[in-house]
């Protein structure tokens, strides 16, 4: 158990990876009465640094179900808030802005921002390091260079992405470049293919894990894309909620194919979701376990795409295995690229 004194020093390390310095301003941003122990210690933190620190706190949005309404923001209708954030070197994340305009807004700006939503436990044992960002940025510049990225598993899958109509991004844990988003913790690194060049098949395993339920896959669902868009998906209570959930936001945008990539961060478990060890949280560690590919449904816009639907899917997928323009990547799960592996392993 970390107690509040040892994560207000998590986040004095955070904050100096972060390069927080004497007479930077730092805004904190947080919602009703939630996480106001992670504001009072990255204002601690931030102080203890020479920065200038502020919380800005927004009203309790009222009674929550605990999902995540994507691109759903609290600082909608209140640019006054949007322009003080704007005004900070840094912002700190509570409420989790990803895939909202007010986001963009503030990046557009030059603001840094790093979310923090994960259970303080998994802070620390996924904090991030200068070694990983080196590894996922050497994912990012090979990911940058490829024309094509196509992954399979031994269940069937077979689906190819034609890139080069987006950027490539990486996460890593930590963000000292302005304008720059990240996520504590985090460690991988995706793109999305041309809103038409995604085609094929792709087989869940049991195993695999569907972001936002939180849960894993008991039997396989069978997914047929065609230019860029979900046209079928088959199986049994699986498949059935899958497809459920996106009919519920009578969007057919929810069918579109958005971000992929591959996980890097060998801190990272898949049983990270099982009790007792998972406390809540948006699920960040499947997201980021080395040598999982992970494909995302719906949303598109944090890429710069013009898919803003709320319907939102991420799933990653173990022992699958991976090519850029056919070369290997990653194979049965795991990382073949030896400056993407872990130092120990080398």
């Not at 808030?81 to 070197?89: G, I, N, P, Q, T």
Request: contains cysteine.
């Amino acid at each position: 158990m970390v107690n509040q004194v040892q994560f207000t020093e998590l986040c004095r390390k955070q904050l100096e990876l972060s390069a927080v310095h004497e007479g930077e301003t730092v805004a904190v941003l947080s919602q009703g009465e939630e996480r106001l122990n992670y504001a009072d210690a990255f204002l601690t933190a931030a102080q203890s640094l020479g920065a200038n620190a502020h919380h800005l706190r927004l009203a309790d949005p009222g009674a929550s179900t605990g999902a995540w309404t994507v691109g759903a923001s609290g600082l909608a209708g209140n640019p006054e808030a949007v322009e003080v954030l704007k005004r900070a070197d840094m912002l700190i994340d509570l409420i989790f802005l990803l895939f909202s305009k007010e986001q963009f807004a503030i990046q557009d700006a030059g603001t840094r921002i790093l979310s923090v939503v994960e259970p303080v436990e998994l802070l620390a044992r996924m904090f991030p390091s200068r070694e990983l960002r080196e590894r996922v940025e050497v994912g990012q510049e090979l990911l940058a260079k490829a024309t094509t990225l196509r992954f399979t598993n031994k269940l069937g899958t077979d689906v190819t992405y034609q890139l080069g109509m987006y950027p490539t991004l990486a996460e890593y844990g930590y963000n000292d470049e302005p304008g720059r988003w990240d996520h504590w913790p985090s460690g991988f690194v995706f793109t999305g293919g041309k809103d038409d060049g995604v085609d094929g098949r792709i087989v869940l395993a049991p195993g695999d894990v569907l972001l936002p339920f939180n849960s894993f896959v008991q039997r396989p669902v069978e997914i047929t894309i065609e230019k860029g868009f979900i046209t079928d998906i088959r199986g049994e209570l699986d498949a059935q909620m899958l497809k459920s959930y996106i009919e519920s936001f009578n969007d057919p945008r929810g069918y579109g194919m958005s971000h992929v990539g591959w996980g890097l961060n060998e801190r990272a478990q898949w049983h990270g979701l099982l009790p007792p060890a998972f406390a809540g949280g948006m699920g960040m560690e499947p997201r980021s376990v080395y040598g999982n590919v992970m494909f995302s449904i719906g949303p598109n816009n944090e890429l710069g795409g013009p898919n803003d639907t709320p319907c939102h899917f991420d799933i990653p997928m173990r022992d699958c295995s991976l090519y850029l323009d056919d070369e290997p990547i990653v194979v049965d799960g795991d990382v073949v690229v030896p400056d993407m592996q872990p130092s120990a392993r080398r």
